[in-house]
């Protein structure tokens, strides 16, 4: 099994928003308040919100490549599945270490 | 505006000049004087390392020493450059604009051009670096639009097939070229469930108005067409990360609402608009969120005929960016080209009968900012 990984965002404590890519200021609160943004770990599994197989994909990438956008502690983020993952609408997914270094990380069902 | 598709022989500034030119011309006055020259690309210095192609085309056309800018914003630059030009003649600061959106992308190899593409439409750390493109994105924004109103991709072939249909009738257009629902549903799959005939094209282009005061206008022998109003709005990148139903897009609605304020009109008003097709999902997409249909239902308007040229709300009768073609700076002041062309009665063979009150929208990556604009023919 890969080893998995968390992601870093931030949390607004303020509001409670939390924003992938982690930011300076908080989306809903505005810049008035951007002393309130602190980062934050998210957790390693999340659910698959859409997806597709891209088979044009660009240079130095493989083809096809499945594309996800998955829900994770209620943030969207976009990533790939490892390959020969099943992946439909609602699965669950855990966030992976690529081994290759070629992805930042990846979805594995 | 030049004809839009592969101008090998071409560089951006001759494609500007060219379409600048042919605008001048058409004003219809003889002592025109422009005192600003406002140039539309999204990304003229990675495609054609020249940065500063608002000075540059202000001199080739002889207008030294007027001000000149290059505005920047991707996909929606040409209609961004007649907002800040209208913006500048309303508020009393200039009496005489010329603006030129333009795009040069052809002649970089395909590994290149797609890489200055993703750096105007996809973003770098998030998306771009797990190898998603903006058909991945359209693809996964497409399905779940087509799952959620119980349609088939046939209707994303229409918007294919009636826009080649209104290219055929369009010198201008990169695509002359009848298109079937056989052919286009038989087109080669970029990313599940959208084909390569649901992606607008990449082109080499240039587009031009002349905006004018009141005053002035009034002087010229073409009847002047009148903006009326102005939307311009933005929403996060991440298209999957906004706020809404996920069916739409939020900036478009936002800015089309300001321009009917400003305009004082609605959509029923609307005779004839171009809508922002850089996926055929956009164009049933965008005319809802414009206003012309509720939510869910643009699709079966196209399949009425409704949005076709003799239809009651004729879309894209240019061909829209999927058969006109799509330099990525051109194409907003391209769509106002044609608006004006329809409310003056020069559409030609995609003249639509009794055209008073046009509408545009062109966005920015997949909506991520969006212009509307409300043009009436006085």
Request: proline share 5%; net charge neutral.
């Given at each position: 099994m890969l080893p998995e990984r968390k992601l870093r965002a931030s949390k607004c404590s303020g509001c409670g928003e939390i924003s992938y890519p982690a930011r300076l200021v908080c989306p809903k609160c505005g810049p008035t308040l951007a002393d309130k943004v602190a980062q934050v770990e998210l957790s390693s599994q999340g659910t698959v919100v859409m997806w597709t197989k891209l088979r044009v994909t660009p240079t130095g990438f493989p083809s096809p490549l499945t594309i996800c956008v998955v829900d994770i502690d209620g943030v969207k983020i976009l990533g790939t599945a490892v390959p020969d993952s099943r992946i439909q609408d609602l699965c669950r997914v855990r966030i992976v270490e690529d081994p290759s270094g070629k992805f930042p990380f990846q979805f594995a069902a | 505006m030049t004809k839009f598709g592969k101008h090998p022989d071409k560089d951006i500034i001759a494609l500007a000049v060219e379409a600048g030119l042919k605008a001048i011309n058409d004003a219809g006055q003889d002592d025109l004087k422009v005192d600003g020259v406002y140039v539309g690309t999204a990304a003229s210095g990675q495609f054609c390392v020249m940065e500063n192609t608002g000075p540059m085309v202000a001199e080739q056309l002889g207008l030294l020493p007027c001000e000149a800018v290059r505005i920047e914003n991707t996909t929606a630059s040409g209609s961004t450059a007649i907002k800040e030009a209208y913006r500048a003649i309303a508020g009393g600061f200039l009496d005489t604009a010329l603006v030129v959106g333009a795009e040069k992308m052809?002649?970089?190899?395909?590994?290149?051009?797609?890489?200055?593409?993703?750096?105007?439409?996809?973003?770098?750390?998030?998306?771009?670096?797990?190898?998603?493109?903006?058909?991945?994105?359209a693809a996964m924004f497409s399905r779940k639009y087509l799952e959620k109103f119980g349609l088939s991709t046939k209707y994303l072939a229409m918007v294919a097939v009636k826009n080649h249909g209104n290219g055929l009738l369009n010198p201008y257009a990169h695509f002359q070229k009848k298109i079937s629902i056989d052919d286009a549903m038989n087109s080669p799959i970029v990313a599940d469930p959208i084909r390569v005939t649901d992606c607008a094209p990449i082109s080499d282009g240039a587009a031009a108005v002349i905006l004018q005061s009141g005053n002035s206008a009034g002087k010229s022998s073409k009847r002047p067409v009148k903006i009326l109003g102005m939307g311009h709005s933005t929403d996060r990148q991440l298209f999957y990360q906004r706020e809404g139903d996920g069916y739409s897009i939020g900036a478009l609605k936002l800015a089309s609402q300001k321009a009917f304020d400003d305009a004082q009109l609605t959509p029923k008003d609307v005779d004839v608009a171009e809508l922002h097709d850089a996926f055929t999902i956009l164009e049933i997409v965008d005319s809802e969120d414009v206003g012309f249909f509720n939510k869910g239902e643009g699709a079966r308007a196209l399949e009425e005929g409704r949005t076709q040229i003799q239809g009651e709300l004729p879309i894209n009768t240019s061909g829209g960016l999927k058969a006109r073609g799509h330099p990525l700076g051109a194409t907003g002041t391209a769509q106002i080209v044609e608006l004006v062309w329809q409310l003056r009665g020069e559409a030609g063979q995609r003249q639509v009968h009794d055209a008073r009150t046009g509408f545009a929208c062109n966005f920015a990556g997949f909506g991520n900012s969006a212009v509307a604009t409300v043009l009436q023919v006085s």
């Amino acid at each position: 099994m890969l080893p998995e990984r968390k992601l870093r965002a931030s949390k607004c404590s303020g509001c409670g928003e939390i924003s992938y890519p982690a930011r300076l200021v908080c989306p809903k609160c505005g810049p008035t308040l951007a002393d309130k943004v602190a980062q934050v770990e998210l957790s390693s599994q999340g659910t698959v919100v859409m997806w597709t197989k891209l088979r044009v994909t660009p240079t130095g990438f493989p083809s096809p490549l499945t594309i996800c956008v998955v829900d994770i502690d209620g943030v969207k983020i976009l990533g790939t599945a490892v390959p020969d993952s099943r992946i439909q609408d609602l699965c669950r997914v855990r966030i992976v270490e690529d081994p290759s270094g070629k992805f930042p990380f990846q979805f594995a069902a | 505006m030049t004809k839009f598709g592969k101008h090998p022989d071409k560089d951006i500034i001759a494609l500007a000049v060219e379409a600048g030119l042919k605008a001048i011309n058409d004003a219809g006055q003889d002592d025109l004087k422009v005192d600003g020259v406002y140039v539309g690309t999204a990304a003229s210095g990675q495609f054609c390392v020249m940065e500063n192609t608002g000075p540059m085309v202000a001199e080739q056309l002889g207008l030294l020493p007027c001000e000149a800018v290059r505005i920047e914003n991707t996909t929606a630059s040409g209609s961004t450059a007649i907002k800040e030009a209208y913006r500048a003649i309303a508020g009393g600061f200039l009496d005489t604009a010329l603006v030129v959106g333009a795009e040069k992308m052809t002649h970089l190899p395909l590994e290149a051009a797609t890489k200055v593409i993703a750096s105007c439409m996809t973003h770098p750390t998030t998306e771009t670096v797990h190898g998603a493109t903006m058909p991945s994105l359209a693809a996964m924004f497409s399905r779940k639009y087509l799952e959620k109103f119980g349609l088939s991709t046939k209707y994303l072939a229409m918007v294919a097939v009636k826009n080649h249909g209104n290219g055929l009738l369009n010198p201008y257009a990169h695509f002359q070229k009848k298109i079937s629902i056989d052919d286009a549903m038989n087109s080669p799959i970029v990313a599940d469930p959208i084909r390569v005939t649901d992606c607008a094209p990449i082109s080499d282009g240039a587009a031009a108005v002349i905006l004018q005061s009141g005053n002035s206008a009034g002087k010229s022998s073409k009847r002047p067409v009148k903006i009326l109003g102005m939307g311009h709005s933005t929403d996060r990148q991440l298209f999957y990360q906004r706020e809404g139903d996920g069916y739409s897009i939020g900036a478009l609605k936002l800015a089309s609402q300001k321009a009917f304020d400003d305009a004082q009109l609605t959509p029923k008003d609307v005779d004839v608009a171009e809508l922002h097709d850089a996926f055929t999902i956009l164009e049933i997409v965008d005319s809802e969120d414009v206003g012309f249909f509720n939510k869910g239902e643009g699709a079966r308007a196209l399949e009425e005929g409704r949005t076709q040229i003799q239809g009651e709300l004729p879309i894209n009768t240019s061909g829209g960016l999927k058969a006109r073609g799509h330099p990525l700076g051109a194409t907003g002041t391209a769509q106002i080209v044609e608006l004006v062309w329809q409310l003056r009665g020069e559409a030609g063979q995609r003249q639509v009968h009794d055209a008073r009150t046009g509408f545009a929208c062109n966005f920015a990556g997949f909506g991520n900012s969006a212009v509307a604009t409300v043009l009436q023919v006085s």
